[in-house]
């Protein structure tokens, strides 16, 4: 599948596309319905391997769970990409994050933004979705954040 205005603007503020990370459990990355695509929750993998572990607000700063949920929005568009035409993408439905969080931590908001920034920055208004940002005791592998959305194709 073509994914050509996706991938240019990626580039165009120096990311690329990565290959859709391999699940860890029994699901896929990402199931098509019609018009509709829910996305499994995407970790901050690159290579492989969570790019840091921990909690937010103890062992990760908000401004590094920031740059992971960044990490997770890549790896959504990767999911996507297993199933549909990223160009196709008439509007990111919902976007849900969730992060690893400190006993007392409250801006989960502040580092979920990391993803939904990169999906405006990269789709424009088709971008900007509602959203919830849920502070989580634990997640899988110990990974701060998690992201998944649903999106409407055109």
Same mark, same amino acid.
């Given at each position: 599948?073509?994914?050509?205005?996706?991938?240019? %603007?990626?580039? !165009?503020? @120096?990311? !690329?596309?990565?290959?859709?990370?391999?699940?860890?459990?029994?699901?896929?990355?990402?199931? %098509?319905?019609?018009?509709?695509? #829910?996305?499994?929750?995407?970790?901050?993998?690159?290579?492989?391997?969570?790019?840091?572990?921990?909690?937010?607000?103890?062992?990760?700063?908000? !401004? +590094?769970?920031?740059? /992971?949920?960044?990490? $997770? @929005?890549? *790896?959504? /568009?990767?999911?996507?990409? /297993?199933? $549909?035409? /990223?160009?196709?993408?008439?509007?990111?439905?919902?976007?849900?994050? #969730?992060?690893?969080?400190?006993?007392? #931590?409250?801006?989960?908001?502040?580092?979920?933004?990391?993803?939904?920034?990169? #999906?405006? *920055?990269?789709?424009? !208004?088709? @971008? %900007?979705?509602?959203?919830?940002?849920?502070?989580?005791? +634990?997640?899988?592998?110990?990974?701060?954040? +998690?992201? +998944?959305?649903?999106?409407?194709?055109?």
């Amino acid at each position: 599948m073509a994914h050509d205005k996706v991938k240019a %603007r990626l580039a !165009e503020i @120096g990311l !690329e596309l990565p290959v859709a990370a391999i699940p860890v459990a029994a699901y896929v990355p990402a199931v %098509r319905d019609g018009k509709l695509v #829910f996305t499994a929750g995407q970790l901050p993998t690159v290579d492989g391997k969570i790019s840091k572990t921990g909690k937010v607000g103890s062992d990760v700063t908000v !401004e +590094e769970g920031y740059a /992971l949920a960044q990490i $997770c @929005g890549l *790896n959504v /568009l990767a999911a996507l990409a /297993l199933v $549909c035409d /990223l160009d196709e993408i008439k509007q990111i439905v919902k976007t849900v994050g #969730f992060v690893n969080s400190a006993p007392g #931590f409250t801006n989960q908001a502040g580092v979920v933004n990391g993803a939904s920034e990169l #999906f405006i *920055n990269v789709l424009g !208004e088709a @971008g %900007r979705a509602a959203r919830s940002s849920v502070g989580v005791a +634990e997640l899988p592998l110990n990974a701060p954040v +998690e992201v +998944e959305v649903v999106v409407s194709l055109k």
